[in-house]
């Protein structure tokens, strides 16, 4: 079964400074999806980055970059120049359909509580 | 484009009560999914429905069961509510299924 352990319950980061979350998982398969998610305090839940496992190149989304490791299995989240509106519980999760019925499976991580600090 | 609504925001029932919530995704989304988050689980998958049909379905007792409209609004039922129901249940719309899920902002629900 596959599962996503995110090992730092909370973190903190001055601001303008570089901090990153970890995330590995586990899982037989060599086609599927990893994600970050982040969830402010009181606020919705939206996507950060996404990468696709096929993709050897790690995803970049401005200030926010993965670090894929897919023989490591680990899913890293880096976040450059970080700023108080990054304060949130980030989640890491993975996803694999399968092709022949639709059926998928998204599995999140228990969360990164990340404070950014003045 | 308006983003997943839920309703209720906030709800408080009592043990042995049932419940109805609702999710609206956004417009032109056939897919809808159930989380249950929780301080010590993060989030876990109830299930997912498209076209009206359940897809999939997470570990979680018969006491959780779901429905899609037509219209592709999703309502998630919790009869006989246990005290550990108690959490924040998301929504999550998405063009396909397995493409990127936007999350509604969640009803929270308080079991006493």
């Known amino acids: 079964a596959q599962t996503v352990t995110q090992s730092q319950p909370e973190m903190s980061v001055q601001e303008a400074e570089t901090v990153t979350l970890s995330c590995t998982y586990d899982t037989s398969e060599n086609n599927y999806y990893l994600f970050w998610y982040k969830q402010p305090p009181s606020r919705q839940m939206i996507l950060v980055i996404r990468q696709e496992a096929y993709k050897q190149q790690n995803a970049t989304e401005n200030r926010f970059s993965v670090n894929f490791q897919k023989a490591a299995k680990s899913f890293s989240l880096k976040i450059s120049d970080s700023q108080l509106g990054d304060t949130a519980m980030y989640f890491c999760?993975?996803?694999?359909?399968?092709?022949?019925?639709?059926?998928?499976?998204?599995?999140f991580g228990t969360g990164t509580r990340l404070k950014v600090l003045a | 484009k308006a983003g997943v609504t839920q309703t209720p925001r906030y709800l408080i029932k009592t043990r042995g009560q049932q419940v109805t919530l609702s999710c609206s995704p956004i417009?032109?989304?056939?897919?809808v999914s159930w989380y249950q988050q929780t301080p010590g689980q993060g989030l876990q998958f109830l299930f997912e429905y498209f076209s009206e049909t359940q897809r999939n379905k997470g570990n979680f007792p018969g006491r959780f069961s779901g429905r899609q409209f037509s219209n592709s609004r999703s309502e998630m039922n919790v009869s006989t509510l246990e005290l550990g129901d108690s959490a924040l249940y998301l929504c999550?719309?998405?063009?396909?299924?397995?493409?990127?899920?936007?999350f509604g902002p969640g009803t929270r629900l308080t079991v006493t």
């Open positions: 999760a993975f996803m694999k359909q399968a092709l022949t019925s639709g059926t998928y499976k998204y599995i």
């Open positions: 417009s032109g989304h056939r897919s």
């Open positions: 999550a719309s998405s063009l396909w299924g397995a493409s990127e899920q936007y």
